[in-house]
């Protein structure tokens, strides 16, 4: 049973091109976050949503716009793709904004 | 702003070694610390966490004891296997409404039998 799980695991896309990321957790947790892990594994938050709301909207192109559903599922949509978009994409649910936060596997996107 | 500075790897250790990795803190108010550990090709996982001053987190043999005087919070562990190499990263959450969490640079180590 994943408890938090995105699809896809790779990407590769063109630049111009827009993709979305999908994620759901079944752990019932209200909170969920989107993460960017560049080439040097450098993690950075870029959006967190508590029960479907946007708590945290970090400084990100506006290219990148997540959508939340219902709060299980938190995706990630980027328009225009551009090279420096190239990375690992985590999404990460916590029960609370307190507590620990659980990952999935990350999504590896690559832009030609 | 709050940060977190870990030291550089890589770190390459015998089997059963000792290990530690450095991590300092930057934050207003009182953060809770943490430590992820991302294996080759998965997510990040949970390792061990401290919530206030002088509270000590353990899990699988690895150790982290929060130190407010020198605003550290070392990673541990008193004999590596080489299931241990991953990637470590030391995190902050500032504990407020969005419990935004900060990351460390990350260690990757290294356990060669």
């Known amino acids: 049973d994943t408890a938090v799980s995105q699809t896809p695991k790779y990407l590769v896309t063109q630049m111009g091109n827009d993709k979305s990321i999908k994620c759901e957790q079944n752990?019932?947790?209200?909170?969920m976050y989107w993460y960017k892990q560049d080439s040097k594994k450098f993690l950075k938050i870029m959006f967190s949503?508590?029960?479907?709301?946007?708590?945290i909207n970090e400084t990100v192109p506006n290219r990148f716009s997540p959508k939340s559903p219902d709060k299980a599922h938190l995706n990630l949509h980027i328009n225009s793709l551009e090279l420096g978009d190239s990375a690992v994409y985590f999404c990460a649910s916590s029960q609370d904004p307190q507590d620990p936060q659980h990952f999935g596997d990350g999504t590896r996107l690559s832009i030609l | 702003g709050n940060s977190v500075t870990q030291m550089e790897g890589p770190v390459t250790l015998s089997e059963e070694a000792f290990l530690t990795i450095n991590c300092t803190y930057t934050?207003?108010?009182?953060?809770?610390l943490f430590w992820y550990v991302q294996y080759p090709g998965e997510g990040l996982q949970l390792l061990l966490k401290a919530t206030k001053a002088d509270d000590k987190g353990s899990n699988k043999g690895f150790e982290a004891t929060y130190r407010k005087e020198t605003t550290s919070f070392h990673l541990e562990k008193g004999s590596v296997q080489v299931s241990d190499s991953a990637v470590y990263f030391c995190a902050l959450s500032d504990g407020g409404a969005t419990n935004k969490l900060i990351f460390g640079t990350g260690t990757l180590l290294a356990v060669q039998p």
């Open positions: 934050a207003t108010g009182y953060p809770s």
């Open positions: 949503y508590n029960n479907k709301e946007l708590i």
């Open positions: 752990l019932g947790h209200d909170t």
